[in-house]
């Protein structure tokens, strides 16, 4: 997932065992890696606001229902959950 993408490689990087000095090179393009979605005021745009058309928005979204939802259940699979790195 774009929100912890870091993670999951440092994750990853750990698994397989990587030395400290790997770890730590990993980590720091991690800590960059994932600031480069966030604009100047700390905010992530949404998709909605990404587009900025509401009936464009829309026609995304259902014309790739089926997409998002297999998304949303591969996330289950990772070995990083986004929503526990985040605290959401």
Do not use: P
């Not at 397989?16 to 890696?33: G, K, R």
């Not at 100047?40 to 979204?61: G, P, S």
């Not at 939802?69 to 990772?78: A, G, V």
């Amino acid at each position: 997932d774009q929100e912890c993408l870091g993670d999951g490689i440092l994750q990853v990087a750990k698994t397989l065992n990587f030395t400290q000095e790997q770890v730590q090179a990993i980590h720091h393009w991690a800590d960059h890696s994932d600031k480069k979605y966030i604009n100047k005021d700390k905010h992530k745009a949404t998709a909605r606001e990404r587009i900025n058309n509401d009936t464009m928005y829309e026609f995304l979204l259902e014309r790739g229902r089926l997409d998002i939802e297999l998304y949303e259940w591969s996330k289950t699979l990772s070995i990083v959950n986004c929503s526990e790195v985040n605290g959401k």
